[in-house]
């Protein structure tokens, strides 16, 4: 039983892990498509960011002149989305940044890995994930741990008969 609990919630955790790492990787993408490829980043100056985005760069002030344009503007960019968030959508980038945290290096990568899996998909194949997801959740915890329970239990002859009668259910009709 304990053997359960310490799968389920260090499945739970690399979950998590793959949502933050998403969200992160999702938005530092955009934040770069922003950016035209052949413009180069302006160096900022210290006096001339605002009070509010001082103080939740203040680890960064007596370096912040030396920093790479680059990386001021990641800094920046990062600041003012914290800033544009409701107290809500803070809440919920700092539980699943805690979560992230406690995640060993190894899981760490396997949501890495993951992430850039499904990055590669298909704009219909990552909606068809994020749909299994949505249902995944709205299954109660006991539902879904028996799912897990039969899934860890299967043979490998199982998983791959079971895989094909998703996909088969989720194929495009003709």
Not at 41 to 48: C, F, G, L, V
Not at 100 to 106: I, M, R
Not at 124 to 133: H, I, K, L, S, T
């Amino acid at each position: 039983m304990t053997d359960a609990r310490n799968f389920s919630s260090t499945r739970r955790a690399a979950l998590a892990a793959l949502c933050a790492v998403g969200l992160h990787l999702a938005i530092a993408g955009r934040a770069r498509a922003e950016t035209a490829a052949s413009e180069a980043p302006a160096r900022t100056e210290w006096s001339s960011l605002k009070a509010e985005e001082q103080e939740l760069l203040k680890r960064h002030a007596d370096r912040w002149d030396t920093l790479p344009p680059e990386q001021q503007q990641r800094l920046l960019r990062g600041t003012r989305r914290w800033m544009d968030m409701t107290p809500e959508q803070r809440e919920l980038a700092r539980t699943r940044f805690k979560r992230w945290q406690q995640l060993s290096p190894e899981q760490k990568e396997l949501a890495r890995k993951r992430w850039h899996h499904y990055r590669e998909l298909t704009p219909e194949q990552q909606q068809r994930v994020r749909e299994g997801f949505r249902g995944y959740k709205k299954l109660s915890p006991e539902q879904r741990q028996q799912m897990r329970e039969r899934w860890r239990n299967a043979t490998p002859e199982e998983r791959q008969k079971w895989l094909e009668r998703r996909r088969a259910r989720h194929a495009p009709q003709p």
